[in-house]
């Protein structure tokens, strides 16, 4: 392929102005590609740990549900006074390039108790807490888990590139500078071998 590009002068300057910039977006390439992996093991890591705070969070729900449905019999009719959650927000912050989410609940005080107090216990109570700790624990792990997946995705598009640019694009460039520089180097000899002959005979000339 290299022999396609046409030998001039002008084309060389031109693969090396090509050159030059398919370098310096390897390099940034590679730059992006770092920052994206170290955003995406924070999050994992993050990740995990609001997993753990969910799974202990929901043993104690469920322990303390079991204790106030032992002391109060069914608790459905008090779980169907506690309204449907619709304070979700959506918003979205930029990590080179790529789009994260921000998911949020929208901020309020202390969770309302919505069920009477003088037909319940404090078990109910400790149940409807951790359940709601639950509740934004798993919209912060959706974000985190959403972003993970677009981190990833982008991580291996950005690898792609890199990857198109460091193996095909700089070689291929470089394949054609050394061409047509060879070219233009035979050229050169060539044009002053020959320049050497018509001096050597124009002084021949001259002497006869």
């Known amino acids: 392929m290299a022999q396609q590009v046409f030998p001039t002068k002008t084309n060389w300057m ?16 590679d730059r992006k590609r770092n920052i994206l992996v170290r955003e995406m093991m924070r999050l994992i890591d993050r990740a995990g740990t609001i997993q753990d705070k969910i799974s202990s969070a929901y043993a104690e729900a469920y322990e303390a549900l079991q204790q ?7 608790v459905g009719e008090f779980a169907r006074c506690v309204p449907i959650e619709e304070g979700l927000t959506l918003d979205y912050r930029s990590v080179m390039g790529v789009e994260l989410p921000t998911v949020r609940l929208n901020p309020t005080a202390e969770p309302a108790l919505y069920y009477g107090l003088e037909s319940t216990n404090g078990m109910l109570d400790d149940a409807y807490f951790k359940f709601n700790e639950v509740k934004t624990l798993t919209v912060e792990l959706a974000e985190v888990e959403s972003s993970v997946f677009r981190l990833a ?10 990857n198109a640019l460091n193996n095909v694009q700089i070689p291929q460039f470089q394949k054609n500078i050394k061409y047509i520089g060879d070219v233009l180097d035979e ?3 060539e044009d002053f071998s020959r320049l050497k002959v018509i001096k050597a005979q124009k002084e021949k000339k001259a002497k006869e």
């Open 153 to 162: 995705e982008a991580i291996q598009k950005t690898q792609k590139r890199a």
């Open 187 to 189: 050229k050169e000899r």
């Open 14 to 29: 031109a693969q090396k102005h090509s050159l030059v910039l398919a370098q310096q977006g390897y390099e940034l390439m």
């Open 68 to 74: 106030a449905n032992i002391t109060l019999g069914s």
